[in-house]
RNA sequence: GGCCCCGUCGUCUAGCGGUCAGGAUCCAUGGUUUUCAUCCAUGUUACAGGAGUUCGAUUCUCCUCGGGGUCACCA
C-alpha cells in the first residue's frame, strides 16, 4: 500500500508551494488506494504555533483534501525519539560529543580560513574515557566517513553523493535532549509506514543524512520524488514575501478550489496536452514519474483563465453556493438562473461575480458621466419614454425574450437603429456603458424596477 | 566557495535520433455582440552556446555559460 505524507512546520500559513506537493502526495496516495496522512513538525517552540497548525487545517479543508488517520504532532512524540536515540547510543552507532559551541566555532573558522569544507572533526567519536556529569554533550551519529549514497529519486533519477563530500557526524540530540529534524524525519517517515516521499527538492541535500539514519535505525528508506521549487518571477525560491502565497488568500481573490488545484496540478506535471483536469482525472492520470525536473515560475496568468473556465463550467446551483462566502445570497432570488447565466461568462473570480451581481441587483445611485453624455443625444429621452410605455402596457414580461421583442417593437416602430434606444437604456438601467445583455438585466429587475429605473434616468436627463 | 539539481515560445508545457518543433496562456488582428465580456478564427514568439557520436541531433556524451537549491545544537 502507498502510504504519503505532508509534514508542515506550522510557523506559518499553507503556501502554494506547500500546497502543490500535499496535492501531489494526496493524488498519488488515492489513486493507489493508499493513505496519505498529515504529520505536523512543530519541534521548533519559539516559532511554531497553534494558529499557524489550524490555518493549514482550514487550507486543507477548503480544498477538499482529507488526511487520513489522526494527525502526529511530533512534540508528543519525545518519547519516541529517546529511545531511539538510546538505541543508537547503545549500538554504537552514536555517541556522545562533549565539544563546546566556542570549540566548534573554532573549528569552523580554521576550516573556513583553510577554505576547506566546514565539518565536524570527529574528535569524541571514539572516546572511551570518562567524563564529569555536569559536561553539556550532544549526540552524534556515526556517518560513514567515505563511500557513495545513492538517492534513488523518481523525479531526478539516481543522485550520487560522496560521503566524503557532505557528512560528518552530524548532530541528532541536542544539548537539551531535543532531537534534530532530520532524525526526526527519518523516524517519524519510518515508524509511520510512510514508502513514498514526495516532497519539495530543497530537501534533497537532507537526504542523504535521512539514509544514514535509516540505515542506522534498520528501517526500510522509501521511495523519494523531489519536485521541483516553484519560483517567483525574479527566478528565486517562492517565499512568503512574494505576495500572494497564502492559500487561503486565493479564497478570498475568488478562486474556486478546482481552478486552484487545476493550476496547481499542471505546474511541474502534465499529461500530453491536457490543461483542464477534474479531480476525478487528476486521480486517474497522476504519477509523479511525470513531474518535471526543473522549477518553473510562478505566474497567475493561467489560474485566471482556468477560474474563469471553471466558473463558467460550474452548475449554478453550485455557484450559489460558491458565492456565499462572498457575501451572496441567491437561494431565494426568483430569477438566479438567469442572472447566473448571464454572470457566468463575465466574471474571472467569483469576488467579481458577486460585484457584477451587485451592480444588476442595486438601482444605480448615479450614472457615468462620460457614458451618459454618449448615451443621451437628441431624441433619446423620447426613445426612453416610448419604451417604458410599452412595458407598462404589458402584463405578461417575465423572461429575457419578452423583453427583447419589446425592444424590437420600439425600435421597428420608431425607424432607429438598436443603439438608439440600447445605448440610453443601458445607461438608465446600469448606469455605464458596459455589462451584460439589457434584456436578461430587465428580466431578472423584473418590471416595476425596470420602469423605476427608466423614470429615473428620464428625471435625471431632462433637468 | 564545496556539493547537488536544472536549462524548448514572456509564462505553463509536449517531445523520448528523422516533426513545417505541438498544445495552453498571454499579447495582437478580424468576426459575432446595441455596449462590454464571452465565443470563434488568424497571427507573432522557443530548442542557452560550443565541441563530439551519428547518414541525421531539441533529443545521446563532454565542456562552457546561465539559473536554482543546500551547506546549523532551524525545520
Redesign the pocket.
Known amino acids: 500500500m502507498v502510504v504519503t505524507r505532508f509534514a508542515p ?1 506550522p510557523t506559518g500559513y499553507l503556501h502554494i508551494g506547500g500546497l502543490r506537493t500535499a496535492l501531489f502526495s494526496y493524488l498519488w496516495a488515492k489513486k493507489n488506494g493508499g493513505k496519505f496522512v498529515l504529520r505536523i ?1 512543530d ?2 517552540k519559539a ?1 511554531n504555533s497553534q494558529e499557524a497548525a489550524d490555518a493549514i487545517l482550514e487550507a486543507f479543508a477548503w480544498l477538499g483534501l482529507e488526511h487520513d488517520g489522526e494527525i502526529t504532532y ?1 512534540s508528543q512524540r519525545d518519547d519516541i525519539y529517546k529511545k531511539y536515540i538510546e538505541q543508537l547510543l547503545n549500538e554504537s552507532k552514536a555517541y556522545k560529543c562533549y ?3 566556542e570549540e ?1 566555532a573554532e573549528l569552523r573558522e580554521t576550516q573556513m580560513a583553510n ?1 576547506e ?2 565539518k ?1 572533526n570527529g574528535k569524541y567519536r571514539d572516546f572511551d574515557g570518562n567524563h564529569p556529569e555536569d559536561l ?1 554533550y ?1 549526540i552524534r551519529i556515526k556517518a560513514p566517513l567515505s563511500g557513495d549514497i545513492v538517492v534513488k529519486d523518481g523525479v ?2 539516481d ?4 560521503a566524503e ?2 557528512l560528518d557526524d ?2 541528532i540530540a ?3 535532549g ?1 532531537p ?3 532524525f526526526v524525519v527519518a523516524v517519524d517517515d519510518a515508524l509511520m509506514g510512510i514508502n513514498e516521499v514526495i516532497r519539495g ?6 537526504t542523504p543524512k535521512q539514509i544514514i539514519v535509516y540505515e542506522a535505525l534498520g528501517f526500510e528508506i522509501p521511495k523519494f520524488y523531489h519536485v ?2 516553484i ?1 517567483n518571477s ?4 517562492l517565499s512568503k514575501r512574494d505576495g500572494a502565497t497564502d492559500v487561503m488568500a486565493y479564497k478570498e481573490m475568488g478562486y474556486t478550489p478546482a481552478a486552484l488545484l487545476n493550476f496547481l496540478v ?5 499529461y ?2 491536457q ?1 483542464i483536469f477534474s479531480i476525478d482525472e487528476m486521480l486517474e492520470l497522476f504519477n509523479p514519474k ?1 513531474i ?6 510562478y ?1 497567475t ?2 489560474l ?2 482556468l477560474n ?1 473556465h471553471y466558473i ?1 463550467n460550474t452548475s449554478n446551483s453550485e455557484l450559489a453556493q460558491l458565492l456565499e462566502p462572498y457575501g451572496l445570497v441567491l437561494t431565494s432570488h426568483d430569477k438566479k438562473e438567469i442572472l447566473l447565466d448571464e454572470l457566468k ?2 466574471a474571472k473570480t467569483l469576488k467579481e461575480m458577486a460585484v457584477l451581481v451587485n451592480e444588476i441587483i442595486e438601482t444605480p445611485a448615479s450614472y457615468d458621466e462620460k457614458a451618459a453624455k454618449k448615451a443621451f443625444k437628441e431624441g433619446s429621452i423620447e426613445i426612453l419614454n416610448a419604451f417604458g410605455a410599452k412595458i407598462s402596457s404589458h402584463e405578461e414580461l417575465h423572461l429575457p425574450i419578452d423583453y427583447h421583442h419589446i425592444m424590437e417593437e420600439v425600435v421597428n416602430e420608431m425607424e432607429i437603429g ?2 438608439k434606444l ?2 440610453p437604456l ?1 445607461v438608465a438601467l446600469l448606469g455605464k ?7 436578461s438585466v430587465m428580466a431578472i429587475i423584473g418590471k416595476d424596477e425596470t420602469m423605476l429605473r427608466i423614470a429615473n434616468a428620464i428625471t435625471a436627463h431632462t433637468l
Do not use: C
Request: without cysteine.
Open positions: 512546520s513538525e519541534t521548533d516559532r511530533q565539544m563546546s559551541k566548534l577554505k569544507r566546514t565536524y553539556e550532544v531526478k533519477g543522485i550520487n553523493f560522496k563530500d557532505i552530524f548532530v541536542r544539548a537539551d531535543a534534530t529534524y532530520n527538492d530543497d530537501h534533497l541535500s537532507n521541483p521549487m519560483h525574479e527566478g528565486k525560491k499542471r505546474l511541474g506535471w502534465s500530453g496536452d490543461e511525470d518535471n525536473k526543473s522549477a518553473s515560475i505566474n496568468e493561467k485566471n483563465w474563469s463558467k461568462d463575465r438598436f443603439g440600447g445605448q443601458r456603458m458596459t455589462g451584460p445583455g439589457l434584456d
